[in-house]
């Protein structure tokens, strides 16, 4: 049955962070955040079997698919990378249908002045943005969610077939998912620099390629690439290596995100700044965390797609820097850079914990993009201009897309079924 408090966050009796308890383990003086259980036993199973029906089956097909395209890696790369971001493309529907269905949550989003006119919401409700074709994308990390969100950013944007995010490398030996990452040309970090460096050096060479078109000009492919300086996700733990980290550089500790590390970004930007432009800056904050909680804690995954348990809105804030103007040559000045970045969120995150939202472009006159005006935002005089959507897809059924690989190959099969059957024909009255 459904169920009313908050789970209980206990400490970890090695002191290794919290853990959330069982949900059946409530406090009547605590409501959830996300409110009571929604849904019951039998219907958490149900949905538990459609979820794993769905996400399981599609990443089945989507990593057959990538499978199935291998081979043309040896015959035309130029085909093989195309044809791996059309399988990109496909999880990236999935991303956005799984959390339509299962998990849908009101979306804000907000912005400075550096991205204004870049982002609107169209006449049936849904986000676009215009951001350039690469990029460098850095976010503080919450929770493991965070990168599906960024993930729909990208689909907004038509780009969703391009993402490469920075991730550790236990995730590469995940069953299913390691193999169908390593096809998508993420990026693993062992967490050691001397055989770390190499590897993204590797994959950046990769990135900064230009290829032949039309006319026989060149042209760089569409990246964006994702990164999470904090290294990992907020908790009790993370914290404690942020303070550790705090006073053996002697500086103060954020309040509520974790002191970025800058050396992998530092490279990404040497190695890439002659191709890319700007860094987008995206804070996340999920309503219904408080001061010194976590949302990996409250908000799990259980909890968020089959219990029914989720944080009333998602809050991204979105801001650009022009990375010419980045002090990346220089080690001492870039980290200060990102530490005074980092600095900036902490303050928006406090203004968020205040006031309930981010601060906000406030402009007087109507900007466009690509000739359109702005669309449904919402307008405050305090808070400034933001778009309240959903997380949701162009059309409902471009899920099926992912199963086109192989609807084609069935048909070639059964063509070739058919040809074999008349020559057996032929041969026979012969």
């Not at 949905?47 to 794993?52: Q, T």
């Not at 002191?259 to 700007?278: A, K, N």
């Not at 307008?379 to 997380?391: A, D, H, L, N, Y």
Request: glycine letters at 6%.
């Amino acid at each position: 049955m459904a169920s009313e408090g908050v789970r209980q966050r206990a400490h970890k009796p090695n002191g290794q962070g919290t853990k959330v308890m069982d949900e059946k383990c409530e406090r009547d003086d605590e409501p959830h955040p996300g409110g009571a259980i929604k849904h019951g036993a039998w219907e958490q199973a149900l949905r538990i079997a459609l979820f794993g029906l769905y996400y399981v089956g599609s990443c089945v097909s989507i990593h057959l698919s990538q499978i199935l395209g291998s081979w043309l890696y040896f015959y035309d790369q130029e085909w093989y990378y195309a044809f791996m971001a059309l399988t990109k493309q496909h999880f990236g529907i999935l991303v956005v249908t799984m959390q339509q269905w299962w998990s849908p949550i009101k979306m804000r989003v907000s912005w400075d002045k550096s991205v204004r006119g870049q982002i609107r919401q169209t006449e049936d409700g849904r986000l676009e943005t215009d951001f350039p074709e690469r990029m460098v994308l850095i976010a503080n990390h919450q929770i493991y969610s965070d990168w599906l969100y960024l993930w729909w950013i990208a689909y907004t944007a038509r780009l969703h077939g391009h993402l490469y995010i920075i991730l550790k490398e236990s995730l590469k030996w995940i069953p299913l998912i390691g193999p169908a990452m390593q096809f998508y040309s993420f990026i693993f970090l062992s967490r050691k620099w001397e055989t770390d460096k190499p590897r993204i050096a590797h994959r950046l060479q990769k990135l900064n390629m230009t290829h032949p078109g039309p006319g026989g000009k060149r042209h760089l492919s569409p990246m964006w690439l994702l990164i999470f300086p904090e290294g990992t996700n907020a908790s009790e733990n993370g914290r404690k290596k942020s303070k550790s980290w705090a006073d053996k550089t002697g500086i103060e500790d954020a309040r509520h995100v974790l002191l970025p590390r800058s050396t992998g970004l530092q490279f990404c930007l040497e190695e890439l700044h002659e191709t890319v432009d700007y860094i987008y800056d995206c804070t996340m904050a999920y309503e219904g965390v408080g001061r010194s909680e976590y949302a990996q804690d409250i908000y799990t995954l259980y909890g968020l797609y089959f219990q029914g348990r989720r944080p009333k809105s998602v809050n991204l804030h979105w801001r650009r820097f022009l990375i010419s103007e980045v002090p990346f040559n220089d080690t001492e000045k870039f980290n200060a850079w990102i530490l005074e970045r980092w600095r900036e969120k902490d303050e928006m995150i406090e203004q968020y914990l205040n006031t309930g939202r981010f601060p906000a472009d406030n402009y007087e006159d109507e900007p466009k993009m690509n000739g359109h005006a702005p669309g449904k935002e919402t307008t405050s005089k305090k808070q400034g201009r933001f778009i309240e959507t959903e997380v949701k897809p162009v059309n409902r059924i471009e899920f099926l897309q992912m199963f086109v690989p192989w609807l084609a190959v069935a048909l070639a099969f059964n063509v070739l079924f058919k040809l074999w059957r008349m020559l057996k024909v032929l041969m026979f009255w012969r």
